[in-house]
C-alpha cells in the first residue's frame, strides 16, 4: 500500500440481515471515506441491506457456505475464504459475530493478511445454549484470539469476560460501543397505526431464541389484567409460535405482535417501556434507541447492558429468564407515570456516549493505529 491509496478493509459478517450488528457493520462502512470496504456475507441475507451497500458504493460479496452454526461447512468455508483473500490482498479484515468471526479469521491468517480485527458484538456462551456448542465455541475462540490483532467489544464488560475465559490477552482488546443516529429518536413523531392502548410496553428484535419473548409472556399473563398494551416488533423463525402461544394464553387482548417495522424511531416514540428479557447479548442498540426516545428500560443484568442501563436510575436489570421480576417492574413502571418520565430523561442524557459519531471516529482510530504498526513492520522488515 503506497501512501496515496485508501487502505483496503474487508468486513465479514455470518448473516447480512437487519440486526444490531449488521447495523453497526454498515454505519461503520458508510461513515469512514478514507478506506476501500468490501462487505462480505454468508448464506442468509436481505436484499434490502446488500442494496443500501451497493448505493452508498461499497462492494458486497456472497459465501454460501458460511452458515449459521453449521460444524460442516466450516473447513470449506475457511479455504474458499482463504483463496479469496489471497487474491484480492486486502490490508485489513474486519470480522464480526461467531461464526464470520471464527471462520474469516482462520481464513485470513492462512492468507497471510497483515491485520486481523475482531468485533465481539454478543456473548455467545450462554445458558440456554448446549453446553458441548459452548465448549466447542469457546476452543475456537481462544484459538482464533492467536491469529487476532485487535479485538474490539461493545462493552468493558465483554472483554473482561473473554479474558476471563482465557480468550486473548488484555492488550488486543478495545472498546467500542455501538453507535445510534441518537436524533432520529429524539426528534420522531409517534406512530399512530400500533395495536393496543397507552400505556404501551414495547419489545422490537428479531424473533429468535434467546432474546427470552417466552419470558415477556411468561410475565404478562402473571400479571393478570393491567392497563395499557404490549407490543412485540419484529420478524423471524418464531412469528408463527409467538402467534399460537398469545393465542393459546389467552392474552390476544393485551399482546400484539406487528410483524417487521421499517419505523422504529416512530415506534419507539409512541410506546412508554422498553423490555429486553435476553439470554445473550452484547450492547443492544434497541436499548440505546430506547433511551434516545425518552424510554425506561427493564433489561437482563448481562454482558454490556449494565453499562447501558442503571439500575434504578434510568431502568432495571433483571436476572436472565427470571419472568417475575419482569412483572414486577412492568407493573411498577405501568403504574407511575412520573417515573417513567424521569428515567427516560436519565435515559436520554446518557445515550449522549452512544452516538454513530463517536463510534466511527474510535473505530477509525483502530485502524490508523494498526495500519501504522503495519508500516512500521514494513520499516524495519525492509
Known amino acids: 500500500m503506497t501512501g496515496s491509496e485508501r487502505p483496503r478493509v474487508f468486513h465479514l459478517i455470518t448473516r447480512l440481515l437487519k440486526g444490531g450488528a449488521e447495523a453497526k457493520t454498515i454505519a461503520t462502512v458508510c461513515g469512514l471515506d478514507d478506506y476501500a470496504f468490501t462487505v462480505g456475507y454468508g448464506a442468509e441475507y436481505d436484499s434490502d441491506q446488500v442494496d443500501r451497500l451497493e448505493r452508498e458504493g461499497i462492494a458486497t460479496k456472497q459465501f454460501p457456505l458460511i452458515r449459521h452454526y453449521n460444524p460442516v461447512t466450516t473447513v470449506p468455508a475457511v479455504l474458499s475464504l482463504a483463496r479469496y483473500l489471497r487474491r484480492e490482498d486486502f490490508d485489513i479484515v474486519h470480522t464480526h459475530s461467531t461464526e464470520a468471526g471464527i471462520i474469516g479469521r482462520f481464513a485470513a491468517a492462512l492468507a497471510g493478511v497483515p491485520t486481523i480485527v475482531h468485533t465481539v458484538h454478543g456473548v455467545p456462551f450462554a445458558d440456554d445454549r448446549n453446553a458441548f456448542l ?23 464488560v465483554i472483554a473482561d469476560d473473554y479474558l476471563a475465559r482465557g480468550i486473548g490477552r488484555r492488550e488486543q482488546y478495545t472498546t467500542v460501543y455501538s453507535g445510534v443516529d441518537l436524533d432520529a429518536f429524539m426528534d420522531a413523531e409517534p406512530a399512530d397505526d400500533l395495536p393496543g392502548d397507552r400505556p404501551r410496553v414495547v419489545m422490537v428484535g428479531r424473533l429468535a431464541d434467546g432474546k427470552g419473548h417466552r419470558v415477556l409472556l411468561d410475565a404478562v399473563e402473571s400479571l393478570g389484567e393491567f392497563d395499557g398494551s404490549v407490543c412485540i416488533v419484529g420478524d423471524g423463525p418464531l412469528y408463527d409460535p409467538l402467534v399460537a402461544d398469545v393465542e393459546e394464553r389467552g392474552l390476544s387482548n393485551r399482546v400484539y405482535l406487528t410483524g417487521f417495522r421499517d419505523d422504529i424511531p416512530r415506534v419507539l416514540a409512541a410506546s412508554d417501556v422498553l423490555v429486553l428479557p435476553s439470554f445473550r447479548e452484547g450492547t443492544p442498540r434497541v436499548i440505546t434507541e430506547a433511551m434516545a426516545s425518552g424510554l425506561p428500560v427493564i433489561a437482563t443484568d448481562i454482558a454490556g447492558i449494565p453499562e447501558q442501563v442503571v439500575d434504578g436510575e434510568n431502568g432495571y436489570l433483571i436476572p436472565t429468564g427470571d419472568s417475575e421480576a419482569l412483572a414486577n417492574r412492568v407493573d411498577t413502571l405501568l403504574a407511575d407515570a412520573d417515573l417513567r418520565e424521569r428515567m427516560g430523561a436519565r435515559g436520554q442524557a446518557r445515550a449522549q456516549r452512544f452516538s454513530v459519531a463517536t463510534m466511527v471516529e474510535e473505530l477509525d482510530s483502530v485502524y490508523q493505529k494498526l495500519i501504522g504498526e503495519q508500516d512500521g513492520n514494513r520499516n524495519s522488515s525492509g
Not at 140 to 150: I, K, L, M, S
Open 134 to 156: 459452548n465448549r466447542f465455541v469457546l476452543a475456537c475462540e481462544r484459538q482464533a484470539a492467536g491469529y487476532t490483532d485487535r479485538i474490539v467489544t461493545n462493552a468493558d
